[in-house]
């Protein structure tokens, strides 16, 4: 009954427990799950999801259960027509309650409910009132391929992480498949997807070289590169694709060795990008370069720093 409501996901399972939105083929999910636990929850994740259609109640209500954590907090954030309203924060050990949230909007209105990034949320006992699901076309497709700072982590707010900003400045369609820890992987993308979007937003790489010692060790990871964009795109023949490089973190300035790697691996990540015809997209001018905006001060943004991303994304693409 309610499927349809469920908005930026790849498909939406309905069981008798409720319904499971998720953002991956069943090869990428099953692909994930062999790599590690860690990497299978942060799979299961419901970055970007929402649920979005019109109703003449006067509140609605609706049960959550999570699990698969990636971080142990869930927060929803609410919108009216289009217009932030209100973020409920659960309590840190929350795995499943009700929420009841009153609209302050009379007559019928459109709402959006933005569901956790990091963690895996099967909602049911909704209560949305006389619903209808939105039939308004998405101005396009989107698709987000990144790691944990592509997921969301570490947003507060779901809605503010940057692949779901700019998506809602687009009025645009998207699937967030960002997983925490990911790198440039061949074998996360499925020949077989039937996701077919018109732009796609690509956003590896601190992962690739964080760990690295040496800077010689850069030519194995460009290489996993090349293999990666090169399979993408044969994918998705059509789409238009922007490699961002990474973002500024803390390290950059103060190991010296580490940002002549940095610099590096931007200079040739960008070389890889126009190879393949794909727009590179300077990642350290994306947000100030203070630990201020993060959410941790080393390397994942906070809602602030997903703020300047956004803007500045969207600068670059023209919106």
């Not at 499925?190 to 937003?201: A, C, G, L, T």
Request: overall charge neutral.
């Amino acid at each position: 009954m309610y499927t349809g409501i469920f908005k930026n996901a790849y498909k939406v399972i309905k069981t008798e427990e409720g319904y499971f939105p998720v953002r991956f083929t069943d090869k990428q999910l099953e692909y994930y799950k062999n790599l590690s636990k860690a990497t299978e929850d942060r799979s299961l994740c419901t970055a970007g999801i929402c649920m979005d259609f019109y109703t003449d109640a006067e509140c609605i209500t609706f049960s959550y259960r999570a699990d698969h954590f990636s971080r142990r907090y869930v927060g929803f954030d609410f919108y009216e027509n289009g217009i932030f309203k209100r973020h409920i924060e659960e309590a840190l050990d929350a795995k499943q309650s009700t929420l009841t949230y009153p609209l302050t909007e009379k007559a019928i209105k459109r709402v959006t409910v933005y569901v956790p990034n990091l963690s895996r949320i099967r909602v049911y006992d909704l209560d949305i009132g006389n619903f209808q699901c939105i039939k308004e076309q998405p101005s396009q497709k989107l698709l987000f391929l990144g790691d944990s700072i592509t997921q969301g982590m570490v947003a507060l707010s779901p809605s503010l992480a940057f692949p779901t900003q700019v998506a809602r400045a687009l009025n645009a369609q998207s699937l967030n498949r960002g997983v925490g820890s990911a790198k440039f992987d061949v074998d996360s993308l499925d020949e077989q997807d039937k996701y077919d979007p018109d732009s796609i937003f690509i956003a590896y790489g601190i992962n690739d070289i964080y760990q690295l010692k040496d800077i010689a060790e850069l030519e194995n990871v460009l290489k996993t590169a090349d293999k990666y964009l090169y399979k993408l795109k044969n994918i998705y023949k059509h789409a238009k694709v922007y490699i961002i490089t990474p973002i500024w973190c803390l390290r950059y300035d103060e190991d010296q060795s580490f940002k002549e790697m940095f610099d590096e691996y931007q200079k040739e990540l960008t070389t890889l990008a126009k190879k393949y015809g794909f727009i590179p997209v300077n990642g350290l001018a994306l947000m100030p370069h203070d630990t201020k905006y993060h959410q941790d001060h080393t390397v994942h943004p906070a809602d602030s720093g997903f703020n300047h991303i956004s803007e500045n994304l969207l600068k670059i693409i023209g919106r």
